[in-house]
T-cell receptor, first 114, second 116 residues
Framework: DQQVKQNSPSLSVQEGRISILNCDYT??????FLWYKKYPAEGPTFLIS?????DKNEDGRFTVFLNKSAKHLSLHIVPSQPGDSAVYFC?????????????FGGGTRLMVKP | NAGVTQTPKFQVLKTGQSMTLQCAQD?????MSWYRQDPGMGLRLIHY???????DQGEVPNGYNVSRSTTEDFPLRLLSAAPSQTSVYFC???????????????FGAGSRLTVL
């Protein structure tokens, strides 16, 4: 049973508009959440993270929102750019547990159309 | 600064063959791990290590062995390859520890393995 789920395998957005990627988790012990971005033939690269003591974290065009009661987080990209086209993975962990093991969702492929 | 280096990038094996995927990092990270990526499944943890001489199993360890004799290297061994092990393998490293941000991992570029 997947503990981290990304229910939308793909998302298509027009350039300049907002992209919203969603992620749900089931393990209430998770206290740290991350988003990774992956281009074809490359490894995932860290994008943005949020600790469970916060409900929002911003970094430029990227904002992550955390709703602990709903066990849901989302990544907002505003404005979306063609270079943002990639697969986005949501990941969760318990800080300091099992070597900081990350549990990943299945990924969402974002396509930003010019 | 090379970060995390994986070799080979591509490999084709026959069922029953063995091989080793190499992983090296030059960031002096204590924590290293191996993930496999399969369509729709995201990345699943195979094995990890919190320091030289210490390894442990992840979510999908069967059919794989690891060792950690140095801080820099963390090879992944396939003992007897099976078609179910066809996947893309990623090595990742991090600082480890219980502090905020220590969970951020740096990934290698991946090794694509096909088992016929």
């Amino acid at each position: 049973d997947q503990q981290v789920k990304q229910n939308s395998p793909s998302l298509s957005v027009q350039e300049g508009r907002i992209s919203i990627l969603n992620c749900d988790y089931t393990n209430s012990m998770f206290d740290y959440f991350l988003w990774y971005k992956k281009y074809p033939a490359e490894g995932p690269t860290f994008l943005i993270s949020i600790s469970s003591i916060k409900d929002k974290n911003e970094d430029g065009r990227f904002t992550v929102f955390l709703n602990k009661s709903a066990k849901h987080l989302s990544l907002h990209i505003v404005p979306s750019q063609p270079g943002d086209s990639a697969v986005y993975f949501c990941a969760a962990s318990e800080i300091g547990n099992a070597g900081n093991m990350l549990t990943f969702g299945g990924g969402t492929r974002l396509m930003v159309k010019p | 600064n090379a970060g995390v280096t994986q070799t080979p990038k591509f490999q084709v094996l026959k069922t029953g063959q063995s091989m080793t995927l190499q992983c090296a990092q030059d960031m002096n990270h204590e924590y290293m791990s191996w993930y496999r990526q399969d369509p729709g499944m995201g990345l699943r943890l195979i094995h990890y290590s919190v320091g030289a001489g210490i390894t442990d199993q992840g979510e999908v360890p069967n059919g794989y062995n690891v060792s950690r004799s140095t801080t820099e290297d963390f090879p992944l061994r396939l003992l007897s390859a099976a078609p179910s092990q066809t996947s893309v393998y990623f090595c990742a490293s991090g600082t480890g520890g219980p502090w905020d941000g220590a969970n951020v991992l740096t990934f290698g570029a991946g090794s694509r393995l096909t088992v016929l």
